[in-house]
């Protein structure tokens, strides 16, 4: 149930020119993030994660298939996650009637969902890393599609598990917002009064203890056992393929599986460069949470710029999978290219159809034109027209 408040009125006449100007630079650096870079990002990369994913089905790539579901289910992990990113923080920006009535009733419920994306596509991102490690490291060690699967149904009931609680942390509550006309002088007059309904922190998320346990586990299980394993993992492997190039007796499928690693770690280097900064913003909120300070104290305007520049680095990072494929994969390319290729062709050909039906319909006496049927002609005598 929706509860009633009454925002407080403002209590002085005049305000500081120089906050109001921090606070519009704030905003514009922010709507020019969120609202225009993050889209610009954001739709070329899902459309990039759909190609990616119809071309890793095809058996030219030559992928093991536990690979291949794996990394289907990172594509589709970032995939709800850029979506989510994008109505949460992008779509306000530049919709004003939807960040005032549409978003308030939707964030208590599809932000747990972007938590529960997010952490899935980082412990996918972990899981594809261990499978080339052991692939490149191990080469003999097998891991069936089964195996597979099962790690992919895992990660997803983990991230629900350990996002769970999210669904229970915002309430909607009704305030009635007196709105106020600011003129050059720095005088204030109070314009309207409006209702609107606002996500608040429910008592849980208030909670002392909750807040830092919540932080703390974060701060572990999203950042620093993923990011520490990332770390070993790709230093592993690069140097496995570092050793290994120089192998010239190696057979096909070892250049392979070295050529899929080399993807692997460009992936990994973008993942770990794009979350090192919200890596950041948690620790200074363990900080702030250990300390017992007040969000005022060290949560400024200039870290909502920083906060916007984070959710901007994960957009990039859920967006580069396909331009990653291409630049270090060449059956990838010629994958995509082969694609373009046939639909090309099946286009010109059905072109080419149509023109010589077409033709032929025109020109009945053609050479190779169906032959016109006979007149039908009607006899007078009734003999012939009875059987």
Sequence with gaps: MNSSIKATPVN???????????QSTV??????????????????????NVVTTVILRKSELDLKPVFRVLVTSLL????ICLL?????????????????????????HILPFAQISLT????????????RFICVCKPHTKISFRTGLLITVFIFVFSLSINGP?????????????????????????SENKSVLVPFPTEMRRHPIYSQVSTVMSILLLHLVPLISLCYLNCAIFLAIRARRHILTSSGRQRRELVVATVLTVIVLVFLLCHSLKFFINFVELWAVIKDLSPQSVWSPRMNVVVSVSHLLISVNCSTNFIIYCCKDQRFRDTIWSMIMSSFKANRDNGNNLVDLHQA?????SPGSPESPEPVTWSTNLQDQCL
């Design 166 to 190: 999210r669904f229970f942390e915002y309430e909607l509550k009704e305030i009635y917002v007196q709105s106020y006309i600011a003129y050059p002088d720095g005088e204030l007059h109070q």
């Design 12 to 22: 002085k006449s005049y305000i500081d020119i120089d906050e109001v100007n921090l």
């Design 76 to 79: 589709v992990w970032d995939s």
């Design 27 to 48: 905003l514009t650096a922010i709507f020019w993030l969120e609202g225009i870079m993050m889209p610009t990002v954001g739709i070329p990369g899902l459309l990039g």
């Design 361 to 365: 319909r025109s020109n009945p006496d």
């Design 84 to 108: 989510l990113t994008l109505v949460i923080f992008s779509l306000p920006r530049v919709w004003e009637t939807y960040n005032l009535y549409t978003l308030p009733r939707l964030l208590p």
């Design 120 to 131: 899935a596509s980082i412990y996918t991102t972990l899981a594809v890393a261990i499978e």
